[in-house]
């Protein structure tokens, strides 16, 4: 899976590289400007994963986490190990936590790796139209990978609770898929504002944020605090389910 | 039985423990400390002498004019000539820095930015979307550094300018209770026309009760429970921002138009306003206060830009014209070109075109 994710940044930098210019705003932002540095297709690889590669992905491995064990019947004799169930749920949500770690830096530093190969390479215009040299702007892309990282938290811990509910991992898999879908498609109706904020997609797309000068925090907080209540609620949730299962698998 | 029901324990309180969070934060703090009670007088004269020459801050601006929402991606989104009136509709959060009369302002898009930067005597606009930059090179002595806004959001002190301005004895004054903005407690001055010919139902201007400084304004319309217009500011720092934030150089590969300076004219924060400083000229103003109607001659609406030209496809027919109706301005366009424009219902256009 990580592969495939290595795979988006490397189709992005390749199709730019043999098509002809991109005029600007065509395509998904910063299309554009990655003829003139290649760090923006690591940008625009994110930018492109957000909505559907990244949960595809991160739904993946947490629907697996413990459905995938009972559906392959060796969640008993996970149990069976005086380990405790709540230590293995642990162990399981850190599993999926360190995918959700690694996936989005997979698609930063590729995109870095073979936009540094392909295109050149230099100060890095920020949307605020000033510039900041490679090293910083590399710092920067790190820390979009880590927003990405503590965006997707919440919705690894959806898949985990609803991994704890069934014995198929398929289902759990598809359900958190399709609940960040929802979540999406929910966030784009004007007319569910109120609802807005409290949809842990909400702020995935505002990364943007952090190509400011000066960098606008806001985000990331708000983003970090709606992450976290929904850690709170899933993580305690798949608790009492995993807690007070009969596991007969 | 029991122990089984205890594990859920977690599962219910955490939720319930969020909730209690968000319910305790969302109630309407009381005022720590109150402010003094001051009467509208003093608090006219708490604006007129505050001398907050530096600030940093971020302002949330929204808007709910009735106007059609443009969209902020696809084809002719994001032209220059359509940039205002897409301020106009829906919200948008800036960061604002001041300084003495440097000035940036940034307009935080998703993905995009609009920057407009006064640096002594340059001045600079840069739109990241479609990566160009304007400049303009001022002239000595241009001191007012409120001309550097156009194409970005106003700020509440630039607002609260044009508005009080505009008092005269047709206005009640009055100051409601204390209210809370980016975490200063603020006074209230509500202004409220008298007439009932106006399109306006109630200004509402914050005011911070220790330097005097406008942190936000607020538009209420006739028939309309939201706020028509609002901009307030949601984090404020009074102090130097960094000297760096207001040096500019357009980037390499953008586009860089050069403007002449600009003859003194008033810029109008809202566009309205601006069209009507604009042709202030040739124009002539019918009634006084807010139910003032201006009347543009025949032959302005060919130089109509693309703005204006898409605010037409929202116009609606009437007799004799066509009307732009939004919820605090009326703007009907006769069949033989003339332009009555005004804070006031359409009947009151339509008497105003009459006589002539």
Known sequence: MLCALAAIPVLIAVAVRVSSAVPPGRGPAFLDRITQNGLFVGVTAMLVSVPLFLPLTVGVVAGDTVAGEAGMGTLRYLLVAPAGRIRLLLVKYAGAAVFVVVAPLVVALVGAGI???????????????????????MGRLLLIAGYLTVSLLGLSAIGLFISTLTDVPVGAMAATVVLSVVSQVLDSLPQLQWLHPWLFSHYWLDFGDLLRQPVAWDSFASNALLQGGYLAVFGALAYGRFITKDVLS | ?????????????????????????????SAVDPLPAKTPEQVLQLIAQHREAALSGTLEQSSELGLPELPQAGPGAGSSETAWLELLTGPHTARVYLDGTDKRVQVMDRFAERNA????????????????????QLPAGAADRHAATEGTVP?????AGKLLAKLDPGTDVSVGPDIEVAGRTAYQLLLTPQSAATLLASVAVYVDGQSGLPLGVELKSRGQSDPAFRTVFTSLKLEAPDASVFAFTPPPGAAVKEIPAPTHQAEGATPPSGKESKDARRSTVTGSGWEAVVELPAGTGESMSGAAALLQQAAVPVPG???????????????DGRVFAGSVPLERLQAAAVPR
């Open chain 1, 115 to 137: 936009g540094a190969a392909l295109f050149p390479v230099g100060p890095v215009t920020l949307l605020s139209g000033d510039r900041i040299g490679a090293g910083e702007a």
């Open chain 2, 117 to 136: 930067i006064r640096h002594g005597n340059e001045l600079w606009f840069y739109n990241s979307k479609d990566n160009t930059a304007a400049h303009v």
């Open chain 2, 321 to 335: 014209g066509r009307l732009l109706s939004t919820a605090l301005v009326n703007v009907l366009i006769l069949d």
């Open chain 2, 155 to 159: 700020t509440p002190e630039e607002l």
């Open chain 2, 1 to 29: 039985m029991a122990r089984k029901w205890l594990r859920w324990l977690p599962a219910v309180t955490v939720p319930a423990v969020i909730a209690g969070g968000v319910l305790a934060g969302s109630l309407p703090a």
